[in-house]
Antibody
Framework: QVQLQQWGAGLLKPSETLSLSCAVY????????LTWIRQPPGKGLEWIGE???????NYNPSLKSRVTISVDTSKNQFSLKLSSVTAADTAMYYC??????????WGQGTLVTVSS | EIVMTQSPATLSVSPGERATLSCRAS??????LAWYQQKPGQAPRLLIY???TRATGIPARFSGSESGTEFTLTISSLQSEDFAVYYC?????????FGQGTKVEIK
């Protein structure tokens, strides 16, 4: 059974860099998309970006200048970095793995709060 | 960017009744539309993909349909566990975009 485990700092100051990791256990990754989304408290879902098995990435243009998604294939571990955070980046962040066909797994979520 | 517009924002339904949720895309998404259910404190759960295909393990009371850029999620007979927020998402273009959600609440 595939499981995703997320971790990272939950409290940041403005201008710092958000750094989250997501490890995939219980499966070998050959054909996949790993997506990061976020959800501000009480609000809807926002797509941040994704990476696939080829290492190709796509990012939300609204965040593109600040976001990097990467993968360490030897560890089945993905990372999200978001630089120069502000209070507007306060949200629950989820990693989300999509396998063929339409098999979805989610991390448990990480609440990131940006406050001075 | 494709804008996804869901309606209504809140739907009040009695258990056992039918619920119809709508989602409109600002341009064609070629059927690449998914519906998700989210309960408080949980990650979203995939219900429907390809506009009308139920995901694995999803009960038959959930169905999806498409008419051009208009999409509908129907829950034929609401059960207590179905009261939640529902999101549509297009995955035809980047960036992938979500609707703002429809909250299905108990009437």
């Amino acid at each position: 059974q595939v499981q995703l485990q997320q971790w990272g700092a939950g409290l940041l100051k403005p201008s710092e860099t958000l750094s989250l990791s997501c490890a995939v256990y219980g499966g070998s990754l050959s054909n996949y998309q790993l997506t990061w989304i976020r959800q501000p408290p009480g609000k809807g879902l926002e797509w941040i970006g994704e990476i696939n098995q080829s290492g190709s990435t796509n990012y939300n243009p609204s965040l593109k200048s600040r976001v990097t998604i990467s993968v360490d294939t030897s560890k089945n571990q993905f990372s999200l970095k978001l630089s120069s955070v502000t209070a507007a980046d306060t949200a629950m962040y989820y990693c989300w793995l999509v396998l063929p066909v339409a098999i979805h797994y989610w991390g448990q979520g990480t609440l990131v709060t940006v406050s001075s | 960017e494709i804008v996804m517009t869901q309606s209504p924002a809140t739907l009040s339904v009695s258990p056992g009744e039918r619920a119809t949720l709508s989602c409109r895309a600002s341009q064609t998404v070629s059927g690449n539309l998914a519906w998700y259910q989210q309960k408080p404190g949980q990650a979203p759960r995939l219900l429907i993909y390809g506009a009308s295909t139920r995901a694995t393990g999803i009960p038959a009371r959930f169905s999806g349909s498409e008419s051009g850029t208009e999409f509908t999620l129907t829950i034929s007979s609401l059960q207590s566990e179905d009261f939640a927020v529902y999101y549509c998402q297009q995955y035809n273009n980047w960036p992938r975009t979500f609707g703002q959600g429809t909250k299905v609440e108990i009437k």
